[in-house]
C-alpha cells in the first residue's frame, strides 16, 4: 500500500507540475494576453487531478492515509465545487484573471505537497522541504480562500441571467431553488471552513516541525 502511495502522490505531482510549469512558460511568452485562454489550456489536466484527489479521502476513511478527514475533505470539496459548478459551467468565468491566480495558488501548494509526501513515504525528509510544506500552507491557503470567493461572487451575474442549475418544479409543487442564493450561502460556510482548516495547519506545523521532531529527522 505504501507502494501504491507513493505511485499515487507521483501522478499527482507530475500533473500539478505540468500545470504549473504550463501556466508560468505561457505568461512569460505571451503576458497578460494568456490569462484569458488559461483554462483552455489546462483545464482537462487541472480537472483530472482534482478528481483524483478524492482518492485522498478514501485512503484516509480505509487507514492507509493517517491525515485528518475533516480538514482534507473541507478542501477538496471546496475546489470540487469551485471547479466543476462555478468555473467549469460558466464560460464567461474561466477567463477572468481570478482563475489564473487561483490555478497558481492551488498548483503551488499540490506541487510542494505532493513531493514531501512522496519523499517522506519513502523515508526522506529535507528540512527545507519540511518547513515549506508545513509553513506555505498558513499564508496561501487564506489567499487561495479569497480567490474562491472572488470566483463565487464573479460568476453570480452569470448564474443570474442564464439560470444555470436553479430549479423551479411545476404545479402542484411550489418549490423551487435559485442557485445565486445557494451560492451565497456557500460563501458563508466557505469561510467559516477556512478558519477550521487554518486552525489545523498551525496544529499540523507544531506537531511536524517542534524542536523534537526536527531533530529526529536530522538524525
Known amino acids: 500500500m505504501n507502494m501504491y502511495l507513493v505511485l499515487y ?4 505531482f507530475c500533473g500539478h507540475s505540468w500545470i504549473f510549469t504550463n501556466m508560468i512558460i505561457r505568461f512569460m511568452t505571451f503576458g497578460k494576453e494568456s490569462v484569458a485562454d488559461t483554462f483552455h489550456s489546462i483545464g482537462f489536466v487541472m480537472r483530472l487531478c482534482q478528481l ?20 482534507r475533505f473541507l478542501q477538496i470539496t471546496e475546489r470540487i465545487i469551485v471547479l466543476f459548478v462555478v468555473i467549469n459551467s ?19 501548494l499540490d506541487v510542494i ?3 514531501y509526501n512522496m519523499l517522506a513515504r519513502m523515508g526522506i525528509y529535507y528540512l527545507p522541504l519540511t518547513w515549506l510544506n508545513f509553513s506555505l500552507p498558513i499564508p496561501v491557503y487564506p489567499l487561495s480562500v479569497l480567490a474562491k470567493g472572488f470566483a463565487i461572487c464573479v460568476s453570480l451575474p452569470y448564474f443570474e441571467s442564464f439560470g444555470t442549475y436553479s430549479i423551479k418544479l411545476p404545479f402542484p409543487f411550489t418549490f423551487s431553488i435559485y442557485f445565486p442564493y445557494v451560492l451565497k450561502m456557500y460563501l458563508l460556510v466557505l469561510f ?7 486552525w489545523n495547519l498551525f496544529s499540523e506545523r507544531t506537531a511536524h516541525l517542534g524542536t523534537g521532531n526536527i531533530k529526529n529527522k536530522r538524525n
Open 9 to 12: 502522490d507521483l501522478m499527482q
Open 52 to 71: 483524483l484527489s478524492v482518492l485522498e479521502i478514501l485512503h484516509i476513511l480505509i487507514g492507509i492515509d493517517k491525515s485528518r478527514l475533516l480538514p
Open 90 to 108: 460558466q464560460e464567461e468565468v474561466q477567463g477572468k484573471y481570478v482563475v489564473c491566480v487561483l490555478f497558481f495558488l492551488w498548483n503551488l
Open 113 to 115: 505537497r505532493h513531493t
Open 192 to 198: 467559516a471552513g477556512m478558519c477550521f482548516i487554518i
